[in-house]
């Protein structure tokens, strides 16, 4: 079966770095993404990953490893607004995106 | 541009009632999705479409339809409501499959 692993809820101080891990079991693989949540709202689109290695964009890096079924969201230099839920979604042989229940952040200052 | 948009925002219902949810976006995308995300879960996919006239099945298609009549347009159905439909509903777009998907702001659907 398909299957999505993250920690359910994580805590940390305002300016450190926190790394969010995922492992995933899927039928194929065609790259993974991860979204960013806050509470009642939309997700959205932080970044994508296809092949191994780390992809920076400003504070956030993604790391992905496909032989390990892993990949992890690494957030530096956290703000306030960075509380909200982290989700991993890999995406499976048919291009399907396969969801993970999300990690709950939670910045304390 | 909107993006994506939603309506309604919000509703309830009561058993046996039916509703259309009507997503729309303004990017020209092909890929629509809708999903729905319960408490303690991961958001699961109901039913796509990659292009105008066309729709599949996702993960939990029971107990809904689409259609996908205008590339724009993307209409989830819900003929007989159930309790167990109580959920907030998600709308994407995408150009296609590797490209980032676009969420709508959500339905949030109570069944009575």
């Known amino acids: 079966g398909q299957n999505i692993d993250q920690p359910t809820e994580m805590t940390a101080t305002e300016g450190a770095i926190v790394q969010i891990n995922c492992t995933y079991q899927t039928s194929g693989f065609n790259g993974l993404f991860w979204y960013q949540q806050h509470a009642g709202e939309a997700p959205t689109f932080l970044s994508y990953?296809?092949l191994d290695g780390l992809e920076e964009k400003g504070r956030f890096s993604s790391f992905l490893s496909r032989s390990k079924g892993y990949s992890y969201l690494l957030l530096k230099e956290l703000q306030m607004k960075d509380s909200a839920s982290y989700l991993c979604?890999?995406?499976?042989?048919?291009?399907?995106?396969?969801w993970g229940a999300g990690t709950k952040l939670i910045i304390k200052p | 541009n909107a993006g994506v948009t939603q309506t309604p925002k919000f509703r309830v219902l009561k058993t046996g009632q039916s509703m259309t949810l009507l997503c729309a976006q303004d990017?020209?995308?092909?890929?629509m999705y809708w999903y729905r995300q319960d408490p303690g879960m991961g958001l699961r996919l109901i039913h796509y479409s990659v292009g105008e006239g066309t729709t599949a099945k996702g993960e939990v298609p029971d107990g809904y339809n689409v259609s996908r009549l205008k590339k724009q347009n993307f209409l989830l159905g819900l003929e007989s409501a159930a309790p167990s439909q109580t959920s907030v509903y998600f709308c994407?777009?995408?150009?296609?499959?590797?490209?980032?998907?676009?969420f709508g702001d959500g339905t949030r659907l109570s069944i009575l």
């Open positions: 990017m020209n995308h092909e890929y």
């Open positions: 979604a890999p995406m499976d042989s048919n291009y399907q995106l396969i």
């Open positions: 994407a777009s995408s150009g296609d499959s590797h490209q980032p998907q676009h």
């Open positions: 990953n296809v």
